[in-house]
């Protein structure tokens, strides 16, 4: 949706589902830029913004890219209507920034889809239960995608991004990254959650509380090309695991560039002191990734978590302001540049020795592990970001990523 033709050329791929016999309901973004132009303006005048306000502001993107879509799509001879989130509705909560979709009328988008007309409803947005608007956060035109496919009972969602799938990694860190044509459900969560830019993590949450199957596919090839060929690129997201998905002992790589580690040095080795440290951060609305405690020394111990770069700042306040007197903690440790990678693969919970040889490439680069997590498939390490791009290609090597077949 970056310009006039890249819009045209997304009504031309529209118009060809449409044509096919297709029931189809397009949930675009806003041009490209265009989100960060408001907000950069909106700092210019108020320095700390209205989150109310900023939704308002925010919001208008996306109205101007269904109503082109629409008038493209008709220039082509289709019949669309464009609506608004709060015209659909899509109701959420007041959570301006970062609202979460509570639910979706059908109905008027259901008569529209009756009367042989593609719907288009604005991405990233909804309106809670006093009509305000309200945007759903970065990436949130994926979240909606998901959620009015779920609604309508889609037999598929696709997201159309600029990469033409889901990679084993980063190609732009790693040439030899590889393209999967399939992704377990609980595999693309972790690669999202753990900084994969591909898909919006909430969208994959959408699409794995509600079953939606869902294919990446890019907006940059023949909009005119055959559905044959379209639907064979990409990756799915699938929800039935089979016995060839987990012979690969790791599917893929993620990493993020956008971490940030906090420590409170000697707290008090007692119950409820996590709940001290980090009741204060989520009171705060500041999300917390990684959490370490360590063994306890004469009464005390040292706690860390991690947290987005962007909320660094204001993590660093809470816990110097309120947090480290409440809890007597001698002094408060920050570092804003660490990042995390890690390893994803449902096949990790039948192959041993995973964590062992990440550890082990690691150590043969001379990186520093400085915390560790782990969940049933995947095992996570903070490290300093100067070193993300050269443990990121190791253990892509390492287990095999580069070559077809999958991982060891």
Known sequence: MGSVERI??????????????????????AMSGETNRLLGMAREIQKNPDPRELDMLASTGEQVSVALLSMALQEL???????????????????????????????????????NKVVIITGFQGVDDQNNITTLGRGGSDTSAVAVAAAMGAVECLIYTDVDGVYTTDPRVVPEARRMNVISFEEMLEMASLGSKVLQIRSVEFAGRYRMPTRVLSSLTDPTGSLAEE???GTLITFEEDEKMETAAVSGIAFSRDEAKLTLLAVPDKPGIAHSILGPIAAANIDVDVI??????????DFSFTVNRAEYNRAVEVLTKE???AVGAREVVTDDKVCKVSIVGIGMRSHVGIASLMFQTLSQEGINIQMISTSEIKTSVIIADKYMELAVRALHKAFGLDQPGGSL
Do not use: E
């Open 8 to 29: 045209q050329n997304v009504a031309r791929r529209v118009a060809k589902w449409h044509q096919a016999g297709h029931q189809v309901v397009v949930v675009p973004s």
């Open 77 to 115: 001879g289709v019949a669309a209507r464009s609506y608004a989130g709060w015209q659909v509705p899509i109701r959420t909560d007041s959570a301006f920034n970062k609202a979460r979709i509570q639910s979706i009328d059908d109905a008027r988008v259901r008569a529209d889809l009756d009367a």
């Open 231 to 233: 639907m064979a690129s």
């Open 292 to 301: 370490v405690q360590n063994q306890s020394v004469a009464g005390t111990t």
């Open 323 to 325: 947090v480290q007197p």
